[in-house]
């Protein structure tokens, strides 16, 4: 006979009879049975505002190394594989438009806020 799973409960808005268990203190074990070390520290939360200005910052430097790598292919076109300049301008025109449907997704959202119906 099956007996029920019961999953770690993190969240107590889960679903289960379970204690809440807190995973970020947990000690995690791996294959070998030792204790595994976190690989990257824990991120401090900030705010939303800091991570529009990250954002931005990341969008800002993608389209600078357009710009760098583009003038490179201009006045020394052997030291630039075509293909890095299409990769470049594809990942600095995606992260613009990710910025642009944010922006109008978030003004919509203002607006939609303010507006008393």
Request: proline share 4%; charged share 20%; aromatic share 4%.
């Amino acid at each position: 006979m099956i007996g029920t799973l019961e999953l770690n409960r993190t969240n107590p808005a889960h679903i289960g009879s379970a204690p809440l268990q807190d995973l970020s203190k947990a000690n995690r074990l791996n294959a070998d049975g030792n204790t595994l070390q976190p690989t990257e520290p824990q991120k401090k939360r900030g705010t939303f505002e800091s991570y529009l200005f990250e954002a931005v910052e990341a969008m800002n430097s993608q389209q600078t190394d357009v710009s760098k790598i583009q003038e490179q292919l201009i006045t020394d076109p052997d030291s630039v594989d075509i293909h890095d300049v299409t990769t470049a301008m594809a990942k600095a025109q995606m992260s613009l438009s990710l910025a642009q449907t944010v922006i109008d997704r978030l003004t919509g959202a203002w607006q939609e806020i303010s507006t008393t119906r």
